[in-house]
């Protein structure tokens, strides 16, 4: 049932994504239609996220069901950077049109100050709701609001006052009344439930599903999920015929009782589950036969009387509780928020066992995308979290600092010093004897700042050899920078043909940035392959060439280096195992400028240096 159903996940790494189930299993959730919330103009068809990855999950509300609207704005313009070169020829991994499509900033913090571009504070993932309302300029409008939905007020988590008793169409209904109320559940937000706030999970159940559950386990104040203990009682008098789920329940009960383990574990349709969610998301909905959620030693907590958020817990509700007790025990306000933690899960995962049945899993392991493999938007450095960038929106930056009057060569410059910063400190060392140095130049703006590295180590007597991917078409920068390092008087170059055999002390991959489409052709697919091959310590430009920035991916055809100086920020895609050690260097750009960007990006603190290492 819950294929087809949209969820928001929060994932170890911080980041928050819509995706529409289609598999989901003791070890995964397979996810189509995923959306990251920080880089929605790169929607990926489809994501394994490991069970162990995932840190919360939601389930959306029916009118969340649809991956939110592409962007269709027009890509940005060509600059002149773009016109350096022809597109490769047609190719079938070409990125689709998507990725090409108006990049945005959504922002990264609500404490980010975007005019002195300082680092912010790390912050935790942000719930939902509370992203949607930070960020007006989102593609994900808000869902209806959840009975509990939170409220920011005045820099307070604020949570309306609801009064459930009024009723229509024969069930509860939840209605707003006008002055928000500062509650317990301003804390603990019940559609987005965090998994390190409850118990241990028991072992041998399937620990995705343990994040459903929590999502589902809603126990706010008049809950609807409590509304219909009822129904569980008519269930219960049924008592249908044991399933095969709840055999292997009863099964282990048993073992546990002989093994003195107390604990038991529970039965529970997760189905009903789901839909419950749904009803508590939309009003008018019915209610569902959802009274199996149980509550271990719930704990009566006595609130004001006046309280308009009071629930009495009914016998009704008593039968959603794992231990039962006598009616005079909760007939009184019973705090549903503070017993959150007690509610039972496991029955949810029993029922999931039974629907899929473990032994006939595949083995998913080859499918399943690591997690650190996933784009993120947030690094670090010196311990402060700095913003990363996709390949669309550093082509923003690229394009906003071209239609400047800030000269590109300067940018370029700026860029190839920084970079050099890092050569002397840690590539070449006075104890080298003549080191040898190749700088493998692209046709675009990363190879021009390859050539000014290039000029840079020439003009302090570095033994330099350039090689170009492709000669230049056009009057551009790479037309100048090649002209300026050709003025100086150790300048060489050559040929792809011609280059060193013998390992080099030092590889400058400066071929492809952001500019990637597809999978690298000849003559520049050559050169990486020297370069993989040659030994040579490499050190990447922006980017290692031919690997997709947003996402990471790689190929045979991917540069491998040892380390990657990005420019301006890291790209979304980057991580130690594609990028070797990272750094992010400043380009000089004008802050004003990035600040068209929007107050969405936090930029590293570089005090007197130019160039900073970077961690994940
Ligand atoms: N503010 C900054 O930080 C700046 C960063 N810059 C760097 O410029 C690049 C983006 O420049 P662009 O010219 O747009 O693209 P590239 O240099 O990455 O290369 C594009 C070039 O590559 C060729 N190409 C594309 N795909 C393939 C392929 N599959 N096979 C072979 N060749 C391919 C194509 O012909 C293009 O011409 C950015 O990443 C930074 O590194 C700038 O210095 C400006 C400021
Ligand atoms: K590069």
Not at 422 to 448: A, F, H, K, S
């Amino acid at each position: 049932m819950y294929e087809g159903t949209r969820v928001k996940l929060i994932v170890r790494n911080g980041r928050t994504l819509e995706g529409t189930i289609f598999f989901v299993d003791a070890q995964q959730i397979k996810l189509k239609q995923v959306v990251f919330h920080d880089t929605p103009q790169t929607p990926i068809s489809e994501l394994v996220v490991k069970s162990a990855d995932l840190k919360d999950l939601q389930v959306l509300p029916p009118e969340k069901q649809t991956l939110p609207a592409a962007v269709t704005s027009a890509k940005p313009p060509p600059t002149k950077a773009w016109a350096s070169g022809p597109p490769p020829a047609a190719d079938p991994s070409a990125i689709p049109a998507a990725s090409a499509s108006q990049p945005s900033f959504p922002p990264l913090a609500a404490n980010h100050n975007a005019q002195s571009h300082m680092a912010p504070v790390n912050h935790m993932p942000s719930p939902p709701v509370q992203m949607h309302q930070r960020n007006p300029g989102s593609q994900f409008p808000p869902p209806p609001p959840p009975s509990s939905m939170l409220m920011q007020q005045g820099g307070l988590l604020m949570s309306p006052s609801v009064d459930h008793r009024h009723v229509h169409n024969g069930h509860a209904q939840p209605v707003q009344t006008s002055s928000p109320q500062l509650s317990k559940a301003a804390f603990i937000d019940p559609a987005i439930v965090s998994m390190s706030s409850l118990p241990p999970i028991p072992s041998g159940l399937p620990v995705p599903l343990q994040s459903i559950l929590l999502a589902s386990n809603v126990p706010v104040p008049s809950s609807p999920v409590i509304h219909n203990a009822p129904n569980l009682e008519r269930q219960q008098e049924m008592n249908p015929p044991a399933t095969p789920t709840e055999k292997k329940v009863k099964e282990r009960n048993g073992e546990k009782e002989k093994n003195g383990d107390k604990s038991k574990i529970n039965y529970f349709n997760m189905n009903d589950v789901l839909d419950s969610i749904t009803s508590t998301y939309v009003p008018n909905t019915r209610h569902l036969d959802v009274g199996e959620i149980q509550i271990r030693n719930p704990s009566p907590v006595k609130r004001p009387a006046n309280s308009v958020n009071v629930k009495k817990v009914s016998k009704q509700d008593q039968s959603t509780f794992s231990e039962p007790a006598e009616a005079e025990e909760y007939n009184e306000d019973f705090d549903f928020v503070g017993n959150n933690a007690k509610f039972n899960k496991d029955k949810v995962f029993s029922q999931m066992l039974s629907e899929h049945n473990l032994s006939d899993v595949p083995d998913a392991e080859n499918a399943v995308v690591p997690i650190e493999s996933i784009p993120k938007t947030q690094f670090y450095v010196d311990g402060k979290v700095i913003s990363a960038v996709t390949s669309d929106q550093m082509k923003l930056i690229c394009h906003l600092s071209a239609q400047s009057t800030f000269s590109q060569n300067i940018i370029i410059e700026n860029a190839a010093r920084s970079i050099c910063e890092l050569i002397w400190r840690e590539y070449i060392t006075p104890d080298m004897t003549n080191p040898r140095v190749v700088v493998l130049v692209g046709v675009g703006q990363n190879g021009c700042v390859g050539l000014a590295v290039a000029r840079q180590l020439a003009n302090r007597n570095v033994n330099v050899i350039i090689t170009r991917s492709r000669a230049y078409q056009l009057p551009n920068e790479s037309v100048e920078q090649r002209k300026y390092y050709l003025e100086c008087k150790n300048a060489k170059e050559a040929q792809i043909g011609s280059l060193p055999v013998e390992k080099v002390d030092l590889i400058i991959d400066a071929l492809i940035g952001c500019g990637l489409r597809g999978t690298p052709l000849a003559p520049t697919s050559t050169l990486i392959q020297w370069a993989n091959a040659n030994g040579g310590t490499i050190l990447s430009v922006d980017v290692p060439s031919g690997m997709e920035a947003t996402t990471g991916a790689v190929t045979d055809l991917t540069v491998k280096p040892h380390a990657t100086v990005a420019l301006t920020l890291p790209k979304t895609g980057m991580n130690e195992e594609n990028s070797g050690v990272m750094y992010v260097c400043d380009v000089g750009l004008p802050n004003g400028l990035l600040s068209g960007l929007g107050d969405g990006l936090a930029f590293p603190l570089y005090g007197s240096s130019y160039i900073k290492r970077v961690t994940c």
